[in-house]
């Protein structure tokens, strides 16, 4: 016979109030799924696994409305999970373990009597910019089986594949012998087990023979790299062909074809001030480019996928793990979002864009260079 456990009781094990446990149950998060002798809600082994991810995510500073999406979604089951909980967890552990090693050396220094520079402040904050961000890319960049089968296309029938500015993982091919590239530990640190080998080395040198591979591929990646176009020539070099998921800034107002840039971020269009043109990164590798729609409910949160669903712009997990919010800084940050929240609350977001309303998928830019 199953064993269940009372309200009191899991309420204790997990170091909440019954209050807590019953507004859960109010709101559909976590519902006991059974009773006791006496007629009182209980919860089986299933409530209580369901009930730990919640309250895990919790503690990790997630949101109600964001910890039901991530505890409902369908395609995650109780382990990956955990992998995702423990990839979140590792990397907040590291940045703690990395400022406390900083603090001391500063300590250390100060102690000396010796002058600490503006760089070694500002060092225990991190240097890579995914180091920052990266924490929380499990929680909601994943990959999109849409965008996926555009890419996964073009590596046509490639046997060895190098993913390059890896991440975690995703978007690399099953069924291929993949090797990956990621500078970021803590990018590293949060690749599924039984992922491909990653190789901790930059896109502008790889540490490769010429003509290793099939194909090399790299998705979402290249604007963070130091210099993209000796990046995708380093590519073009390891490989016989290369397959990049990139971004359009040639065509004429491009700053202006998603709403979020145009309306709330003008500081966007700054963010991308020195990245090369699409015509530039053709030219380096010899490719040709063609558009990749983002469907209006892209499950891999990159900057324009929630173009349709613009509440999501309000949560923190979700902006934590795009990059462009890092680059513009706290300021324009809350801005646009104080912007965003009051345009939605009195209806003017809807408004403006009712054009979307029946849209299935959008041309923002993304474009695929194959070559």
């Given at each position: 016979m199953e064993e269940h456990w009372t309200v009191g009781r899991v309420a204790g094990l997990a170091g909440v109030s019954v209050r807590t446990l019953h507004h859960y149950d109010e709101i559909g998060l976590v519902r006991p799924s059974a009773r006791t002798s006496a007629g009182y809600r209980a919860y089986s082994a299933g409530d209580v696994e369901k009930l730990r991810e919640v309250l895990a995510y919790r503690r990790l500073g997630f949101g109600l409305r964001e910890v039901a999406e991530l505890v409902g979604d369908p395609s995650t089951d109780a382990v990956a999970q955990l992998r995702r909980l423990?990839?979140?967890?590792?990397?907040?552990?590291?940045?703690?373990?990395?400022?406390?090693?900083?603090?001391?050396?500063?300590?250390?220094?100060?102690?000396?009597?010796?002058?600490?520079?503006?760089?070694?402040?500002?060092?225990?904050?991190?240097?890579?910019?995914?180091?920052?961000i990266g924490g929380a890319y499990t929680a909601t960049r994943r990959t999109d089986p849409r965008i996926a089968a555009q890419i996964w296309d073009a590596l046509g029938d490639a046997e060895t594949v190098l993913n390059v500015g890896a991440g975690t993982g995703s978007y690399e091919p099953a069924g291929r012998d993949v090797t990956a590239v990621e500078p970021s530990a803590v990018m590293r640190a949060q690749r599924p087990a039984g992922s491909a080998p990653c190789v901790a080395a930059a896109a502008e040198s790889l540490p490769f023979e010429d003509r290793s591979f099939d194909v090399a591929m790299a998705v979402s990646t290249v604007h963070h790299w130091g210099?993209?176009?000796?990046?995708?020539?380093?590519?073009?070099?390891?490989?016989?062909?290369?397959?990049?998921?990139?971004?359009?800034?040639?065509?004429?107002g491009w700053?202006?074809?998603?709403?979020?840039?145009?309306?709330?971020?003008?500081?966007?269009?700054?963010?991308?001030?020195?990245?090369?043109?699409?015509?530039?990164?053709?030219?380096?590798?010899?490719?040709?480019?063609?558009?990749?729609?983002?469907?209006?409910?892209?499950?891999?949160?990159?900057?324009?996928?929630?173009?349709?669903?613009?509440?999501?712009?309000?949560?923190?997990?979700?902006?934590?793990?795009?990059?462009?919010?890092?680059?513009?800084?706290?300021?324009?940050?809350?801005?646009?979002?104080?912007?965003?929240?009051?345009?939605?609350?009195?209806?003017?977001?809807?408004?403006?864009?009712?054009?979307?309303?029946?849209?299935?998928?959008?041309?923002?830019?993304?474009?695929?260079?194959?070559?």
């Open positions: 423990r990839g979140l967890m590792l990397e907040r552990r590291d940045r703690a373990d990395a400022m406390v090693a900083a603090i001391d050396r500063e300590l250390g220094t100060r102690a000396k009597g010796l002058r600490v520079t503006p760089e070694e402040q500002l060092g225990m904050l991190g240097a890579r910019l995914y180091d920052a210099d993209p176009i000796a990046g995708l020539r380093e590519m073009r070099r390891v490989a016989r062909r290369v397959v990049v998921l990139t971004f359009d800034t040639d065509e004429p700053q202006d074809r998603f709403w979020l840039a145009r309306d709330y971020l003008p500081e966007f269009a700054a963010v991308l001030t020195e990245f090369p043109s699409l015509a530039g990164m053709t030219d380096a590798i010899g490719a040709r480019a063609e558009p990749v729609p983002i469907p209006w409910d892209c499950a891999d949160g990159l900057f324009e996928a929630y173009w349709r669903r613009p509440g999501a712009y309000l949560e923190d997990h979700v902006r934590r793990a795009m990059s462009v919010w890092t680059r513009v800084g706290p300021q324009a940050e809350q801005r646009a979002v104080r912007s965003l929240g009051d345009d939605l609350g009195s209806g003017r977001w809807a408004e403006r864009n009712s054009d979307l309303a029946d849209l299935d998928a959008a041309d923002l830019g993304l474009r695929l260079l194959t070559a």
